[in-house]
């Protein structure tokens, strides 16, 4: 044995621990597919038929004729049928990819039996959908925030809902935790967790929750840290998201409601922040929501609409797939500002892939990591719908699971 293989093996004796909290940490993708949206419904207004429901208003209001998409976004007439085409697809065959059911702000405070009533009728509601098969692909919940004025009656909404929807329970179900100000909370929410499933005879940690940053104290702690990273690790594995409060936190930050945006400076730094505490952990980050709503005659719903899909645009721009979404009239925007995004890259994204695993020449030098991005990147745009299947094997020459080797995610079996 050489100096050099005596010098190697003891790194790895000195870097053990190092390499082992690396991996622990920061174990990379989780292998399944991101969402592009979140839908808040106000619990009291959740019935078995609101995805249809939502899917119908969504449908009147991108029209029968690609003419009003077109005009309100300023698309060229041959894209904007497009996008028309494959909106119109992805209403019929998924309106919505996630949906929560609203006990915070969307549902207010009202005396208990009230929300006891609420949490049951709610929850069996949802069971019944996932049943028949028309419930959203990823569903859940958003309770009162773990401070204390709203501590017990969080906890006794989860309670209840659980007890009745824990026979139902599927891989795509989330609780959504607003309002988080330490991470003691977060600690406070695994007690929580493993308790209920104890309680109801769920597997254990198959409870998983997001974490909503509202809150300054979220982003910067009394010790100036970011608490959002320590937060992630607190909650281990069950923690699958960080979804930013837009007014919350604006507000919190004395922000002007007039000026409190998705692109205001202070939301970029939130989730600045909160990107780099996630990234390389299989958390999720998803931005916030407008609330200008497409409603009223022709031109304010235009102007929404103009004002949503640039939001989207802006949001994907930035990496962040995921936003919340609160008025069905906003699915058309969603899913055109979201298909567009994804379409427009795919030609340079496949060439660029095809040349990488051929070892051909694209114009481009891309390097590992790179080519994991592109792949990602159209991996993505397979998931929602932008992009088929045809399309990717044509460009680039692989199939779905060699699409996701080359993002570096793992296939789940």
């Keep these: ?14 870097l053990a621990a190092a390499d082992a909290e690396l991996a622990a940490l920061y174990p990379g993708d989780r292998g399944v597919r991101q969402p592009v949206h979140t839908v808040y419904v106000p619990a009291d207004r959740f019935v078995s038929g609101t995805v249809g429901e939502w899917a119908d208003q969504a449908k009147a209001a991108l029209g029968e004729a690609p003419v009003g998409l077109t005009e309100a976004l300023d698309l060229p007439p041959d894209l904007g049928a497009e996008l028309y085409e494959r909106v119109r697809a992805k209403l019929d065959r998924e309106p919505i990819e996630d949906l929560r059911i609203d006990f915070e702000d969307g549902y207010g405070t009202r005396p208990d039996e009230q929300e006891d ?18 419930a959203a692909p990823y569903h859940g919940l958003r309770v009162k925030s773990l401070e204390a004025p709203s501590r017990r009656r969080g906890l006794r909404t989860l309670d ?16 959504t935790l607003p309002k988080v ?13 493993s308790t209920i499933e104890q309680a109801h005879n769920l597997p254990a940690e198959s409870l998983k929750f997001e974490i909503q940053i509202e809150t300054p104290q979220a ?6 840290s970011a608490l959002v990273a320590r937060m992630i690790h607190a909650g281990g594995g069950r923690v ?11 507000a919190s930050l004395g922000v002007a409601a007039a000026y409190q945006s998705m692109d205001h400076p202070v939301a970029d730094h939130a989730k600045d922040v909160m990107q780099l505490a996630a990234a390389s952990t299989g958390v999720f980050v998803s931005d916030g929501s407008t609330n200008v709503l497409p409603v009223g005659d022709r031109e304010a719903v235009h102007a929404a609409w103009r004002l949503h899909f640039g939001l989207v645009r802006r949001s994907l721009a930035r990496g962040i797939y995921q936003g919340w979404d609160m008025h069905p009239a906003q699915l058309p925007t969603r899913y055109a500002a979201t298909y567009l995004f994804y379409r427009e890259g795919l030609d340079t994204a496949g060439a660029r892939l095809r040349a990488y695993v051929s070892g051909g020449n694209s114009g481009y ?6 080519a994991a991005a592109l792949a990602g990147y159209v991996l993505r745009g397979l998931e929602c719908g932008a992009v088929d299947p045809a399309e990717v ?18 296939v789940r079996s």
Excluded at 181 to 193: C, D, F, G, K, Y
Excluded at 365 to 370: F, V, Y
Excluded at 393 to 410: M, N, Q, W, Y
Aim: aromatic share 6%; proline share 3%.
């Design 1 to 14: 044995m050489t100096h050099v293989d005596d010098l190697a093996g003891e790194l790895d004796r000195l």
């Design 117 to 134: 009533a609420a949490a049951i009728d709610a929850a069996r509601a949802l069971a019944k959908t996932v049943g028949d098969g028309t």
């Design 219 to 224: 982003i910067l702690g009394p010790d100036g």
């Design 240 to 250: 699958t998201g960080l979804h930013y409060g837009t007014y919350d936190y604006s």
């Design 181 to 193: 100000t330490s991470v003691e909370q977060v600690e406070a929410m695994l007690l929580i967790l």
């Design 393 to 410: 094997d044509k460009l680039i020459g692989v199939d779905t699971a060699g699409l996701a080797k080359l993002a570096r995610r793992p």
């Design 365 to 370: 030098l891309d390097e590992p990591a790179t």
């Design 160 to 175: 209840l809902f659980l007890r009745e929807f824990s026979s139902a329970l599927t891989d795509g179900f989330v609780i």
